[in-house]
Nanobody, 129 residues
Framework: QGQLVQSAGGLVQAGDSLRLSCAASGPTFSGRAFSRYSMAWFRQVPGKEREFVAALSWTGASTEYSDSVKGRFSISRDREENTLFLQMSNLKPEDTAIYYC?????????????????WGQGTQVTVSS
């Protein structure tokens, strides 16, 4: 099987930057397999549905961002290290949430959580004003 293991999040102040990582492991993602997965980040706050944040196509040629993070967040992948990143800049209090990475072997870039097969454990990001 496969696992996605996320780095720790943190407590930061508004305007700060933070980078999240998501390491893929296990037979599902071994060798070049990780490169064939489209990846994404979602976030969730208590009492609300999981919200799309950013996605990266399996080719790496395409990215998509929610309007709320566009221009501030950047999604990327290190194929050699089988790791996905989310670079977050100019953080705002409304970015406070649990962040999840996700993977799908669909050869397109889903923007809905239901189309992803593998999930990280979640990481708390708290932005104080």
């Amino acid at each position: 099987q496969g696992q996605l293991v996320q780095s720790a999040g943190g407590l930061v102040q508004a305007g700060d930057s933070l980078r999240l990582s998501c390491a893929a492991s296990g037979p599902t993602f071994s060798g070049r397999a990780f490169s064939r997965y489209s990846m994404a980040w979602f976030r969730q706050v208590p009492g609300k549905e999981r919200e799309f944040v950013a996605a990266l196509s399996w080719t790496g040629a395409s990215t998509e961002y929610s309007d709320s993070v566009k221009g501030r967040f950047s999604i990327s992948r290190d194929r050699e290290e089988n790791t996905l990143f989310l670079q977050m800049s100019n953080l705002k209090p409304e970015d406070t949430a649990i962040y999840y990475c996700a993977a799908t072997n669909m050869h397109y870039m889903p923007l809905t959580s239901g189309e992803y097969d593998y999930w990280g454990q979640g990481t708390q990001v708290t932005v104080s004003s």
